[in-house]
């Protein structure tokens, strides 16, 4: 059997807008108690990272770091975030690159709390 140009696009465009759907239907979420998140830092689970910079304000960022993807490991005491690939390191007030090769900040997340927990999505 031949696959004529014809079937071969109809094929093509089926497989590519079923992956993107797939891709943007699904909702990457994670769930902590508040009480797990210490005063001045940072927790990271499940790739998020969720900080309390001062008491009872949360923030959530994706723990992808945005110089090559890597995954952010490492939590500091002086309220920083850091990827071990290049040491790029990101304050957890705002996401903001302190210091390394990345450019760009982290990327925030959406932070909801329900209760004592805390949900974070991307």
Do not use: W
Request: net charge negative.
């Amino acid at each position: 059997m031949t696959c004529s140009r014809r079937l071969f696009l109809v094929a093509t465009a089926t497989t590519f807008g079923g992956a993107l759907l797939a891709a943007c239907g699904s909702t990457k979420t994670e769930d902590v108690p508040a009480s797990d998140v210490p005063l001045g830092k940072a927790i990271i689970v499940n790739g998020f990272i969720i900080a309390q910079p001062t008491k009872g304000i949360y923030k959530a960022y994706s723990a992808s770091c945005p110089h090559q993807g890597s995954p952010v490991s490492i939590v500091h005491d002086d309220g920083t975030v850091e990827c071990p690939t290049h040491n790029s390191i990101f304050s957890i007030e705002d996401g903001a690159v302190q210091s390394g090769p990345s450019r760009s900040g982290l990327m925030p997340a959406t932070l909801t709390a329900n209760g004592d927990t805390l949900e974070a999505s991307l």
